[in-house]
């Protein structure tokens, strides 16, 4: 029980600090990543918060993976639906919260895109060591990857084109030229998956300690100690 509480609440704290990295990137102005460039002006046109139009995206990601995959597609990755309104609550929360961030140079914004990057692949590297389920995004693009017989990092990619390019043209059309896509967009695809990388063989290990060791490993552990 302890083990699938502590699992549990290391993805959502996980969920949590990625919306952490989103408004901080969003707050720097300096470009968002991918999936935002396409969630952001979307919820810029319709009126609607941002958090509420991540719910809307991610629970249709679910949708087209079900159309994809169709027997294919496991039950358990309904839950990515599920999560998505923890993640839209929030992407809410955290621009709340932060929302007292007001950079005044360029260095300045710059420092805010790339701490909003790194906390993106702390959070991101918490997740993904859990094991739940991946995030709707990311089960879009193994769903594409699988029903098309295409390496991830390919399907990624073209899910990534795709997203940034229909966020571009929206914010052209229809946003006065709000600028969506900068240089913060080009350095979160090009790091942030090798800073993940780099995260993952320092924490992988101890948060796998806390979230899975047996609860009856930790109790002889616990009374080995106190004999001694």
Same mark, same amino acid.
């Given at each position: 029980m302890i083990k699938t509480f502590n699992r549990v609440a290391i993805?959502?704290?996980?969920?949590?600090?990625?919306?952490?990295?989103v408004n901080l990137s969003i707050i720097s102005n300096l470009g968002i990543s991918p999936i935002s460039a396409l969630n952001l002006?979307?919820?810029?046109?319709?009126?609607?918060d941002f958090g509420t139009m991540t719910i809307?995206?991610?629970?249709?990601?679910?949708?087209?993976?079900?159309?994809?995959?169709?027997?294919k597609f496991k039950k358990k990755n309904l839950l990515q639906a599920v999560f998505?309104?923890?993640?839209?609550?929030? /992407?809410? #929360?955290?621009?709340q919260m932060l929302s007292f961030i007001t950079p005044h140079s360029y260095f %300045?914004?710059?420092?805010?895109?790339?701490?909003?990057?790194?906390?993106?692949?702390?959070?991101?590297?918490m997740y993904i060591v859990m094991d739940i389920v991946p995030n709707a995004p990311e089960g879009l693009n193994l769903a594409i990857s699988e029903r098309f017989r295409m390496p991830f990092s390919k399907a990624k990619t073209i899910n990534d084109v795709v997203f940034v390019l229909i966020g571009f043209l929206i914010?052209?059309?229809?946003?006065?030229?709000?600028t969506i896509v900068r240089e913060g967009t080009l350095v979160s695809a090009l790091i942030t998956g090798k800073i993940i990388g /780099?995260? #993952?063989?320092?924490?992988?290990?101890?948060?796998?300690?806390?979230?899975?060791?047996? %609860?009856d490993e930790i109790a002889t552990k616990e009374n080995t100690e106190l004999a001694a």
């Open positions: 993805y959502f704290l996980g969920l949590f600090l990625i919306t952490v990295g002006p979307i919820s810029l046109v319709l009126g609607i809307i995206a991610y629970s249709s990601f679910v949708l087209i993976q079900m159309i994809l995959l169709k027997d998505s309104f923890a993640f839209g609550y929030f /992407v809410n #929360l955290t621009g %300045e914004q710059f420092a805010l895109m790339l701490l909003g990057v790194v906390i993106c692949a702390i959070g991101a590297s914010a052209v059309f229809f946003l006065d030229g709000v /780099v995260i #993952l063989k320092y924490v992988e290990a101890p948060l796998k300690a806390i979230a899975f060791k047996r %609860e």
